[in-house]
């Protein structure tokens, strides 16, 4: 029984794990004790969202 206790954990933290870094609090009020959105990352780098933004679908 531990070890399945034990088991799940590991496997718990790891998908913990896997999700840090992947959201950021973020605000965009100039108040600053507004409260904070949680806001997925997409994972592209920058350069990436500018090119996107640069699509001509995306441009009409």
Do not use: K, Y
């Not at 799940?8 to 904070?36: C, H, Y």
């Not at 806001?39 to 933004?53: A, T």
């Amino acid at each position: 029984m531990t070890r399945q206790i034990s088991a799940r954990i590991d496997r718990l933290e790891q998908a913990r794990d896997s999700q840090a870094g992947r959201f950021v609090m973020w605000s965009d009020s100039e108040d600053p004790n507004a409260p904070l959105e949680r806001v997925e990352l997409c994972g592209l780098s920058h350069e990436e969202c500018l090119d996107l933004l640069d699509e001509p679908e995306v441009l009409q």
